[in-house]
């Protein structure tokens, strides 16, 4: 769920009803993920980036971020657990 909105490139609010049609398919954690990774980076956003930073700064600034983004969704998946929800 971490590089579909990367590809889907949909604007934050197109975000919400997609990931509110995979609540069923996938866990809430990996719908979180999908929600914070894609408000934050696109194919759109790289383009855009490319145009003011270095190429090397962009995967840094992306794969920094997927790290962040996916070791908070492990958190909130372990927390979601032991609550029982």
Excluded: H, N, Q
């Excluded at 866990?27 to 930073?53: E, P």
């Amino acid at each position: 769920m971490l590089g579909l909105p990367y590809v889907l490139s949909v604007c934050s609010y197109t975000d919400a009803f997609i990931a509110r049609s995979f609540s069923d398919l996938f866990s809430s954690s990996s719908v979180l993920t999908f929600l914070i990774f894609g408000a934050m980076f696109d194919i759109k956003t790289t383009l855009m980036l490319t145009g003011t930073f270095k190429k090397r700064f962009i995967i840094k600034l992306i794969v920094i971020t997927a790290l962040l983004v996916l070791s908070f969704s492990v958190f909130s998946e372990i927390i979601i657990r032991r609550a029982g929800l």
